[in-house]
């Protein structure tokens, strides 16, 4: 379970899991991300990701509790190919990152990282391979200067960070 967890890069801000509580708190940040539905459309969709108990929501908040962003995401087989050399398996774990919402543009880089670092490490506890993004643009730009010798396919649409195993316990998340 992901505990709320206060960052180290932006005082003040919190990054916890969602769980099924009010999900008209995360209403105004999903109507950013796709403004023609409706909110039963909205609260459809969120329902529908946390249906499957490997798919969460990452929500961070600040000191007085507003949303300032949100990371969707699932756990889906993807195929090996061309991505794992001397891999036997024809099909590897990754987290997918379905959504990344930011409400402030003056954090939006901070908070893709900082979603982006807590995603990395759920895929791990979660014994995943790759974390696959959405398409990069200059809101990435931290996450190429963090994860750069572990961005495996970069292809304009969507992009794959390896992850590197670390033999340690299981990160809190």
């Known amino acids: 379970m992901l505990s709320q967890n206060y960052n180290k890069h932006i005082p003040g801000l919190v990054i916890s899991k969602y769980e ?3 999900l008209n708190l995360l209403l105004p940040l999903m109507a950013e991300e796709f403004p023609n539905w409706n909110f ?4 459809g969709y969120i ?11 990452l929500v961070v908040k600040n000191n007085a509790l507003y949303n300032l962003g949100l990371l ?6 993807i195929s ?3 991505l794992c050399k001397n891999k036997k398996e024809e099909f590897t774990k990754c987290l997918i990152v379905e959504n990344l919402i930011v409400s402030s543009p ?3 880089k901070k908070i893709f990282l900082l979603l982006t670092e807590k995603a990395m490490d759920i895929a791990e506890n979660n014994s995943c391979e790759f974390v696959e993004l959405p398409r990069f643009n200059q809101s990435f730009d931290l996450i190429k200067d963090k994860y750069n010798n572990d961005i495996v396919n970069l292809n304009g649409w969507r992009t794959l960070i390896k992850i590197e195993k670390i033999l340690t316990a299981n990160k809190e998340l």
């Open 72 to 77: 969707i995401y699932s756990m889906q087989d």
């Open 40 to 43: 039963d459309k909205l609260k």
């Open 20 to 22: 099924h509580s009010d």
């Open 80 to 82: 090996a190919k061309n």
């Open 106 to 108: 003056v954090l939006e």
């Open 47 to 57: 329902s529908l990701v946390l249906k499957k108990k490997s798919n969460g929501i």
